[in-house]
């Protein structure tokens, strides 16, 4: 499966953005699939995930109450909401595709090109 993001940008501490993950092939439903993100100088570390239907989600501690995970298996897509953004959500966010649910990057198995968020104080 290929993986695209988008929907990053710059926006100010406070505000919201939503990410977007387009997959490619008629296998989108069968994948686990997270959001990873990676800040300068910082390992790549764990987000979000949610489970094949939608039915189950994840969440670093770090996100939780401010970020949500969703996905549209008819369109192939994979959505981060994240709101009450705050400087240190500064990164390169990724959508992966994996066979196992886990907040593991080791876990997935295919990745998107990455998506820039930058916020500013």
């Known amino acids: 499966v290929q993986l695209q993001a988008s929907g990053g940008g710059l926006v100010q501490a406070g505000g919201s953005l939503r990410l977007s993950c387009a997959a490619s092939g008629r296998t989108f439903s069968r994948y686990v699939m997270g959001w990873f993100r990676q800040a300068p100088g910082k390992e790549r570390e764990f987000v979000a995930a949610?489970?094949?239907?939608?039915?189950?989600?994840y969440y670093a501690d770090s996100v939780k109450g401010r970020f949500t995970i969703s996905r549209d298996n008819v369109k192939n897509l994979v959505y981060l909401q994240m709101n009450s953004l705050k400087p240190e959500d500064t990164a390169v966010y990724y959508c992966?595709?994996?066979?196992?649910?886990?907040?593991?990057?080791?876990?997935?198995?295919?990745w998107g090109q990455g998506a820039l968020v930058t916020v500013s104080s």
């Open positions: 949610i489970s094949r239907n939608g039915g189950s989600t």
């Open positions: 992966a595709a994996g066979s196992l649910l886990g907040t593991s990057v080791r876990t997935y198995d295919y």
